[in-house]
C-alpha cells in the first residue's frame, strides 16, 4: 500500500505564492511518476503538473510559467511551488503518484486565492 500526504495549502491574496507539499510512503517502487492535479467546485479534475522519475515535467498551459513541479527523491516528495497565483487557480490540489501497482491519490489540499 501506498500513502500521500499533502500540506502546504491555504489562504492567499491573488500575486501571491504557496508551495505544496507531497509525501509518499509505503510499498514504493524505486521509479514512479508523480503529478498534481486539481479540482474546483463544480469541475473535473484537472491535471496540472506531471514529473516523471527521470526528473521530466509537463504543465498544463494555464499554469506554464508561473507553476514549477519538483522532486526529493531521497524524501520521497513531491512539491508545486506556485507563483503569481489567480483567483481561476483556486481548488482542491491533489498528490498522485503511478507505479507498476496501480496509482494513488492524497487526500488533497485546499488552495484559496482571494483578496
Known amino acids: 500500500q501506498v500513502q500521500l500526504v499533502e500540506s502546504g495549502g491555504g489562504l492567499v491574496q491573488p500575486g501571491g505564492s504557496l508551495r505544496l507539499s507531497c509525501v509518499a510512503s509505503g510499498s514504493l517502487f524505486s521509479l514512479y511518476y508523480m503529478a498534481w492535479y486539481r479540482q474546483a467546485p463544480g469541475k473535473q479534475r484537472e491535471l496540472v503538473a506531471t514529473?516523471?522519475?527521470?526528473?521530466?515535467?509537463n504543465y498544463v498551459d494555464s499554469v506554464k510559467g508561473r507553476f514549477t513541479i519538483s522532486r526529493d527523491y531521497a524524501k520521497n516528495t513531491v512539491y508545486l511551488q506556485m507563483n503569481t497565483l489567480k483567483p481561476e487557480d483556486m481548488a482542491v490540489y491533489y498528490c498522485?503518484?503511478?507505479?507498476?501497482?496501480?496509482?494513488?491519490w492524497g487526500q488533497g489540499t485546499q488552495v484559496t486565492v482571494s483578496n
Open positions: 498522485n503518484l503511478r507505479q507498476p501497482t496501480g496509482q494513488y
Open positions: 514529473i516523471t522519475d527521470g526528473g521530466s515535467t
